[in-house]
């Protein structure tokens, strides 16, 4: 995961050899599928679910990792953003920033509030809990890895 979570970094940095969006978005839909492969993989390793909830859970996270998916496509377009507009940042284009991602933090918020409830409609509540432990686990690697990439406001 982590050289999947770094090809996305290595995209976003100026200068760095993959310059065309195309190529970029390219590289962000590979690094998504492989992160993706191995989220599922990770998930189906620890929950154990039995035949039953593994019918009822598997369209269940897929739906939620859908929805997780538009929240990420914002915060891909504001890195992006961001490494674009780092050399001439303003005052007023940071805090129009600040203010996406606050939202976007808000958005992971209320789609997991929303998913939370279903998934313990299907699930006992140790394996919700597992599967949500595991979800903060992998993004906070994810966020870890972008946050070691991405420079600081000059």
Known sequence: MKKAVWIVCLALIPGAMISSAQEIND????????IQTQRQ????????????????????YHDYRGAMRKV??????????YVDNLET???DLAETMLKEFMSIRQ????????????FQKILPATKV??????????????????????PLVP
Do not use: C, H
Request: glycine content about 2%; cysteine-free; charged content about 35%.
């Open 72 to 81: 990420d496509d914002r915060s891909v377009e504001l890195i992006t953003g």
């Open 41 to 60: 993989a990770i998930v189906t390793a620890a929950l154990q679910l039995t035949e039953e909830e593994s019918q009822k859970f598997w369209p269940l």
């Open 107 to 118: 958005g992971e918020l209320d789609v997991t509030r929303k998913y939370l409830k279903r």
């Open 129 to 150: 809990a597992r599967f949500f432990q595991l979800e903060n686990k992998l993004d906070t690697v994810i966020d870890f890895e972008l946050a070691s990439e991405i």
């Open 89 to 91: 940042m303003t005052d």
């Open 27 to 34: 590289e962000v839909e590979l690094t998504r599928s492989i």
